[in-house]
T-cell receptor
Framework: NAGVMQNPRHLVRRRGQEARLRCSPMKGHSHVYWYRQLPEEGLKFMVYLQKENIIDESGMPKERFSAEFPKEGPSILRIQQVVRGDSAAYFC????????????FGPGTRLTVT | GESVGLHLPTLSVQEGDNSIINCAYSNSASDYFIWYKQESGKGPQFIIDIRSNMDKRQGQRVTVLLNKTVKHLSLQIAATQPGDSAVYFCAGGSGNTGKLIFGQGTTLQVKP
């Protein structure tokens, strides 16, 4: 029974490049959430998605960041023209449609911008 | 705005003792809370959740207490073990948004 899967686990990008982070939810889960964690800090909500629909993107920076959860395939968090301040751990969580308060997290993608 | 915060950044306990990790929140509209455990280099691991219409919930070796009057919740770990060493986060949410507000985290250190 696979949990939430994220890849890559580590990603190094130069300033100005694009970063694509992927998340596959747990089996039976249809809701996906993305969070960002800076060193020594708690997690900060970014976006909440269902298949083909963004429910809440109140935590997403207005520029350069986008997220999608297509009908087929994983959810993608895309960061364009990365800057050093984007360096962080990005976690994806998933839940069932009726138990949004039980969110299970993946192992995270650690993005380093050089 | 909403906030969720933990009282102590670090808690050190002796193996076998009970641990109590505290958390305060500001949003009285929060209707559920979750405790997570995060080990170094890993994602947060779900421990236990509690709805706002409850004041206590028990799991395996863990108990969460919710005091809505003072907007405070705690996680109690019985007979703490070395494997319990980690950072513990409380998180709160409201409605059906699924958006969790996380506290800063308390590092639990278990001394053998």
């Amino acid at each position: 029974n696979a949990g939430v899967m994220q890849n890559p686990r580590h990603l190094v990008r130069r300033r100005g490049q694009e970063a694509r982070l992927r998340c596959s939810p747990m089996k039976g889960h249809s809701h996906v959430y993305w969070y960002r964690q800076l060193p020594e800090e708690g997690l900060k909500f970014m976006v909440y998605l269902q298949k083909e629909n963004i429910i809440d993107e109140s935590g997403m920076p207005k520029e350069r960041f986008s997220a999608e959860f297509p009908k087929e395939g994983p959810s993608i968090l895309r960061i364009q023209q990365v800057v050093r301040g984007d360096s962080a751990a990005y976690f994806c969580a998933s839940s069932r449609v009726d138990t949004y308060y039980e969110q299970y997290f993946g192992p995270g993608t650690r993005l380093t911008v050089t | 705005g909403e906030s969720v915060g933990l009282h102590l950044p670090t808690l050190s306990v002796q193996e076998g003792d009970n641990s109590i990790i505290n958390c305060a929140y500001s949003n009285s509209a929060s209707d559920y809370f979750i405790w997570y455990k995060q080990e170094s280099g890993k994602g947060p691991q779900f421990i236990i959740d509690i709805r706002s219409n409850m004041d206590k919930r028990q799991g395996q070796r863990v108990t969460v207490l919710l005091n809505k009057t003072v907007k405070h919740l705690s996680l109690q770990i019985a007979a703490t073990q070395p494997g319990d060493s980690a950072v513990y986060f409380c998180a709160g949410g409201s409605g059906n948004t699924g958006k969790l507000i996380f506290g800063q985290g308390t590092t639990l250190q278990v001394k053998p």
